[in-house]
């Protein structure tokens, strides 16, 4: 009589391998936005409790296909195999193959391969444009003869060319004059700090000295005492410092460099505040943050981390 048939013989019992697992994607997926080391430290801890998770899954399954020893006599020799045929590796009413276990692995294996299709790319989309340096090309803003000293130069250019006229963005330079034999320039972002509208110069432009070098519009100031948003009233002085209104921080600024005699603008940064004037000011600076953000002070604890932009 046949015995009756264990409905689940290979289940394994509950394992905190896929809790693992799934604390080592948040913690890669945290660390992505926060900071490389804490991303390669959740990979690592998904991948090891991966591999173990995998191990236990496959355990089962290779005891599974293990090869049975022959029963043996009392007496220790190998019973012989029936006439007719080879020996019996599994006795009767058990599964030669481990159906539950094949069931387990191709669920999971399926499951994680439509996961990942429908993930990655969305994640990728996400997560990897600020990763991309987009738009952090260099920009040839004109000779460098082309910036009085002393005065503000309202520079206009676009990020770009290829996105055409949508990409024009404006800076505000000025050349400091010469700082232990280097030229030194201001050039400070026409973003609001608050959020984000465009700045305008206090003081009247000397609209026909305008120049035009390809893409790139230069308008000259005459006189300017800062500079002030028309949105919501915030006032900044003529080193980006705020002085009134809602912005919590100073305008930011351009990186530069000078090559073949021409002014190249590189990455913004951000700016809590500028100590001093010109060539010689102290600049407080801050990876860029956005309109609104405070970059230093307590204040800034109760933003959420920003990805790199
Ligand atoms: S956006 Fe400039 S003050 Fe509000």
Known sequence: MTE???????VPGPSLWPVGFAVGIVVLLVGIVISWWIAGLGALIALCFAFLWVRDLTAG?????????????????????????PAMPHAEGEE???????????????????????????IGFMVAPPFLKQGTKDHDIGPITDYPEGKYVVATFMSDKSQGTVSRRTAFV??????????????????????????????????????QLADVTLIPTISIAGFGCPCHGGQYDTEGNRTSGPPVRALD?????????????????SVSHVDGTGATAKIHKWTQAFPGEHVNGIESWLYPVQPPH
Do not use: W
């Not at 009756?4 to 290979?10: A, L, S, T």
């Not at 030669?96 to 993930?119: C, D, H, M, N, Q």
């Open 4 to 10: 009756p048939r264990d409905e689940n013989p290979h």
């Open 61 to 85: 399954t290779a005891l599974a296909h293990a090869p049975e020893v022959p029963p043996e006599s009392p007496t220790g020799a190998n019973l012989p195999a029936p006439e007719g045929g």
């Open 96 to 122: 030669r193959y481990p159906r539950a276990k094949f069931l387990e692995l191709s669920t999971l294996g399926l499951g994680g391969v439509i996961g990942g299709l429908v993930s990655v790319p969305a």
């Open 174 to 211: 000025r050349y400091n004059g010469q700082q232990n034999g280097q030229p030194s320039f201001t050039i400070i972002s026409n973003h609001c700090a608050h959020l984000g509208c465009p700045v305008q110069p206090n003081g009247p432009l000397d609209e026909k000295g305008t120049k």
């Open 253 to 269: 600024r351009y990186s530069f460099s000078i090559r073949n005699g021409h002014l190249f603008l590189g990455h913004a940064f």
